[in-house]
């Protein structure tokens, strides 16, 4: 199917445990990007991408560890999760010719 | 740094009464403003670009308007479909670096038929 998908949808884990959410596109957009969006923050960016192999810190990046080795794949990791990790968290890409995000569908993560 | 301040947080109408939402913007060098829709348990959909002072996009029911401080996003006649998160964002001109927007809180508004 085309267009940005993430992976999982709904994910509960553990204070300490290491976490990857996954988001694959399907039309080779050059930017890639990582947001949050928490009740009171709205969406803050986590990290970004501006093509395969390169990556750099948004807003809130402490905790966060991305890789983007294939155009197409933006894995976001909690290396150890913590409570205040618990959020809704989007993917998003974008054309390098354009200047208009599409986003996933989120992905809700609660850390007990 | 670049700033967005949306009012008022929630807003809630009757099936036809008209309204505007809010978009108040700091940033160094407009390169475009952003208003997106985000239905409950989905991502943020695209609806308009604005990028200079002036400027003015509609949408069924929807119209976006620019100014250099702020944008407006009249809802004429909604209907209960009309309810949704709208979701303001800016994007700062830059040298160098990715073209990342900075979204305001949102405005919840519902409309009740």
């Known amino acids: 199917d085309a267009g940005i998908t993430q992976s999982p949808r709904y994910k509960i884990t553990e204070t300490g445990r290491q976490v990857t959410l996954m988001c694959h596109q399907t039309w080779s957009h050059s930017y890639m990007f990582w947001y949050r969006q928490d009740l009171g923050h709205g969406l803050r960016l986590i990290y970004y991408s501006a093509a395969a192999d390169i990556t750099d810190k948004g807003e809130v990046p402490d905790g966060y560890v991305v890789s983007r080795s294939k155009t197409e794949n933006f894995p976001l990791t909690l290396e150890s999760a913590t409570r205040s990790q618990t959020s809704v968290y989007f993917c998003?890409?974008?054309?390098?010719?354009?200047?208009?995000?599409?986003f996933g569908a989120g992905s809700r993560l609660t850390v007990l | 740094e670049d700033q967005v301040t949306q009012s008022p947080e929630a807003l809630r109408l009757q099936e036809g009464e008209s309204s505007s939402l809010n978009c108040s913007y700091t940033v160094s060098g407009l390169r475009g403003l952003f208003w997106y829709r985000q239905d409950p348990g989905k991502g943020p959909e695209f609806l308009f670009t604005l990028y200079s002072a002036g400027e003015e996009k509609e949408k069924e029911r929807l119209k976006a308007t620019l100014t250099k401080k702020e944008s407006f996003l009249h809802i004429t006649a909604p209907k209960p479909e009309d309810s949704a998160t709208y979701l303001c964002?800016?994007?700062?001109?830059?040298?160098?670096?990715?073209?990342?927007?900075?979204f305001g809180q949102g405005t919840r508004l519902t409309i009740n038929p």
């Open positions: 998003a890409s974008m054309d390098s010719g354009a200047n208009v995000l599409t």
């Open positions: 964002a800016v994007q700062a001109v830059r040298v160098q670096g990715a073209q990342k927007l900075v």
